[in-house]
């Protein structure tokens, strides 16, 4: 399971296009898992960092930031901030401010710190609902919500402008598939299926009830 950096990037220049690919050469995941799980940082696998909580699986990391067609000078919102990872991988590509949604304080607090401590002083991390958003900085140009949804919420649809994408793990509490739906005439439309996954649910008004 041990791997290194460039061997983790050799896996996924494989299958991803090259600016996504970049970003996991920029970006030091070791730095953004627990310390016992460091040695396995760069395996193509989740890993548990707390609460319940995983940082994901690069390949599936990948497939979404894919999906998401990001590009320099887009506005992203991110619903599921976790370790912060993702939030670092989706700059490194935009070169954008991102905005970071994490329901639980504790991850919140400290991914908002590590992510300052690394100099990604243009990723504002927000303690919150994910589900609802963050509309101060609306409207975004893609959204990727890293939690599972039994649909997608309707705020975030209306925080998305017309034409922008929004990439999510849709499905059961403990089945989805990657869904990509672009926004048109105020509908999101959805308009490709990738790979099945399983995320850990997202939390609030708009996730599952338990």
Not at 1 to 27: N, Q, Y
Not at 136 to 162: F, G, N, S
């Amino acid at each position: 399971m041990k791997s290194s950096r460039v061997e983790l990037v050799r896996i996924l220049s494989r299958r991803f296009p090259e600016h996504v690919v970049r970003a996991f050469s920029a970006v030091p995941r070791e730095l953004f898992v627990p310390p016992e799980y460091r040695e396995y940082a760069y395996a193509d696998t989740a890993l548990p960092t707390k609460n319940g909580q995983t940082i994901s699986q690069p390949s599936v990391i990948a497939e979404m930031l894919t999906l998401a067609e990001l590009r320099p000078g887009l506005r992203v919102l991110e619903i599921g901030t976790g370790s912060g990872y993702t939030a670092a991988l989706t700059y490194e590509i935009t070169r954008a401010p991102v905005v970071t949604v994490e329901y639980d304080p504790e991850l919140c607090a400290e991914a908002r710190e590590r992510l300052k401590a690394l100099g990604y002083n243009e990723i504002l991390v927000v303690c919150g609902d994910g589900g609802e958003g963050y509309p101060p900085r609306a409207p975004y140009d893609r959204i990727v919500i890293h939690a599972a949804v039994p649909e997608i919420p309707e705020p975030l649809a209306e925080q998305l402008v017309d034409g922008g994408v929004v990439v999510a793990p849709v499905g059961s509490e403990h089945s989805q598939i990657l869904e990509k739906y672009i926004k048109k005439n105020g509908e999101l439309v959805l308009v490709r299926r990738g790979s099945p996954v399983v995320f850990v649910p997202l939390r609030g008004r708009y996730g599952f009830k338990f």
